[in-house]
């Protein structure tokens, strides 16, 4: 087997450090594929299907990988959460996993998020509480352009949150404003007045006219929500 990590200017470099890291720890062979999703007019524009654009990338150069170093087939980390119906996990990126037939053996075995970390943990593996993650232009508001600019204001920003002892954070980007989303546990500490002067001090200089803190704390999707307006709407 080969793992896989696709590397663009949409995957923080904490991430990637941290999949290197935790491949050599447990010799597991890795290849780095740099992936060119940037380049798709179709995933710059940033509609509701940016993600089946940047996996459609993705899947093809694994693909080109596959055939190139002799592998019989593809997998990805899909998993019987992932398959909810709920908007707020709208998951495009599935679409182009099946159209290049990438297996998925976690949702095959019907094993939860849950039971993955379980798993984890008894095999020791040190990411089996790591945070959830995702890219980093899945904090652009829908419909506003993918940058790279942007895409590096996020990460810094999230990477300042970081330093500052917020362990599960999302900096959404509307704009000139900065949606900054926090692990409910920790807003308490978050709201203190030296918490928020220490945030709007770290994020102002990175070019973010306002800085707002999500009352309703992290969750994952939350940007997908306003999908659910539009199919309202409709």
Not at 1 to 7: N, Q, Y
Not at 63 to 91: C, H, K, T, W
Request: glycine fraction near 4%.
């Amino acid at each position: 087997m080969l793992a896989i990590i696709a590397d663009s200017a949409s995957l923080p470099r904490r991430e990637l450090a941290a999949a290197l890291a935790f491949a050599a720890n447990h010799a597991i062979p890795l290849k780095v594929l740099q992936t060119a999703e940037l380049d798709d007019p179709e995933y710059i524009r940033n509609d509701a299907s940016r993600c089946f654009h940047c996996k459609d990338e993705l899947f093809t150069r694994m693909e080109q990988a596959r055939r190139e170093l002799g592998f019989a087939a593809l997998a990805y980390g899909m998993n019987a959460d992932d398959q909810s119906p709920d908007v707020a996990n709208f998951r495009p990126g599935q679409q182009a996993a099946a159209q290049h037939h990438a297996a998925a053996p976690l949702a095959a075995a019907e094993l939860t998020k849950a039971e993955v970390r379980a798993l984890a943990r008894r095999a020791g593996l040190t990411l089996a509480d790591k945070p959830a993650s995702a890219c980093l232009s899945s904090r652009i508001a829908y419909g506003t352009h993918v940058t790279t600019k942007k895409l590096a204001q996020i990460e810094q920003a999230e990477d300042a949150l970081h330093d500052l002892g917020f362990l599960q954070v999302r900096v959404r980007h509307h704009g000139d404003l900065a949606r900054i989303e926090i692990a409910r546990e920790d807003l308490a500490t978050a709201l203190s007045l030296e918490a928020l002067d220490a945030i709007t001090a770290a994020l102002r200089p990175l070019g973010f006219l306002y800085i707002a803190l999500d009352t309703q704390g992290y969750r994952s999707g939350s940007m997908n929500e306003v999908l659910v307006s539009i199919e309202t709407a409709k």
